[in-house]
Nanobody, 132 residues
Framework: QVHLMESGGGSVQSGGSLRLTCAAS????????MAWFRQAPGKEREEVAV???????IYADSVKGRFTISMDNAKNTLYLQMNSLKPDDTATYYC??????????????????????????WGQGTQVTVAS
């Protein structure tokens, strides 16, 4: 049974940093497309960062240069290092695991590359709050 558990969220001041962690059980991270999504109150869930099975990474424009997604295969753990945080980064952050390689999916008028949200496995989420 697949199980994902996020941790590392919290409250920080604008400009601060946090590192989110997603521990997995039930399969190996390195064999599937993994991603971080976030959802702010009243907004759709959005893809933030993706790491493919070949190690390639993809970032949303809003976080490029500030966030880094990485994976420790030995620990079967996914990370999201978030630097230079802004109030707009306030959201609940979720890790997601696809069923295999990353896919191109269509959502909210845009095409994305990552685990298809309609079929991905999800963690329970961790809250990130950035104060101005």
């Amino acid at each position: 049974q697949v199980h994902l558990m996020e941790s590392g969220g919290g409250s920080v001041q604008s400009g601060g940093s946090l590192r989110l962690t997603c521990a997995a059980s039930g399969y190996m991270y390195s064999s599937v497309c993994m991603a971080w999504f976030r959802q702010a109150p009243g907004k759709e869930r959005e893809e933030v960062a993706v790491i493919a099975t070949d190690g390639r990474t993809i970032y949303a424009d809003s976080v490029k240069g500030r966030f880094t997604i990485s994976m420790d295969n030995a620990k079967n753990t996914l990370y999201l290092q978030m630097n230079s945080l802004k109030p707009d980064d306030t959201a609940t952050y979720y890790c997601a695991a696809g069923g295999g390689r990353c896919q191109i999916y269509y959502r909210n008028g845009h095409y994305y590359t990552g685990p298809d949200p309609s079929s991905a496995h999800w963690g329970q989420g961790t809250q990130v709050t950035v104060a101005s």
